[in-house]
């Protein structure tokens, strides 16, 4: 009996990782529009990837890695929108943004580890 409570809370645990981490991707999709909503799935990131499972740390670093190198590119495209390839950098960001948050909902969905959460390319 012991060993099927174990299994459960297991997959329970798992389950609300998986429902944590897709609302993170949510959050940030939101955060497009509406820039403090990202900003909200930063911080609850940050606040749930301590006792994360070892598949779900691999979601958040990639969630995490991406909010600030998207930051990164938002600041470089602003600072250089008064010259034409500033908007050309924020709409590379962008797409940059859409894909991964794509691709990092796509790994979830098959419930694997992400597998370049470090990594700075699409």
Known sequence: MSEENAVSIETN?????????????????VGIVMPLVGLVGLIFAY???????????THYRFLIRTFWIYMLFLVVGVFTSMIIIGWFVLLAGLIWFIIRMVKGISALQ??????DPTGWMI
């Open 13 to 29: 645990s798992d389950e609300s990782f998986t429902g944590n981490v897709r609302l993170i991707y949510i959050l940030y999709l």
């Open 110 to 115: 098959t419930g694997v580890p992400h597998p």
């Open 47 to 57: 606040v749930k990837k301590g006792d994360a499972p070892v598949w779900a740390k």
